[in-house]
């Protein structure tokens, strides 16, 4: 399953599950993903799922959604990509890691 990985001041990292085809993300708590960062918008952005891929489609936000950099309303999404809602950074995670592969730590057994 995919998944949201949000890093901003004051929390760290915070891992979200995207389980819904969509998923509303912002700071009030009706939001599916509930960023409690003063530079998010109430209603800041959806993801939207189709199939086995992600678009993302600001709300209009105050302070807009960037993915990798350049500012978007409305964008296909790619695992990796860095997104940016107001000044918190999230990176759509679409695998799951193993994380003894990911770290090299198999043991020889």
Do not use: W
Not at 65 to 87: M, P, Y
Request: proline share 2%; net charge negative; no cysteine.
């Amino acid at each position: 399953m995919a998944r949201l990985i949000l890093n901003y001041e004051g929390v760290g990292l915070v891992m979200r599950e995207l389980a819904r085809d969509i998923v509303m993300i912002g700071r009030a708590p009706s939001n599916q993903i509930v960023i409690d960062h003063p530079m998010v918008s109430d209603r800041h952005a959806v993801l939207l799922r189709t199939g086995d891929s992600y678009s993302l489609k600001d709300l209009n936000s105050t302070n807009g959604t960037q993915i990798n950099g350049d500012f978007v309303t409305d964008a296909e999404l790619k695992e990796g990509d860095a997104i940016r809602f107001g000044s918190v950074v999230g990176v759509l995670q679409e695998r799951t890691v193993n994380l003894v592969q990911a770290t090299g730590l198999e043991s020889s057994g």
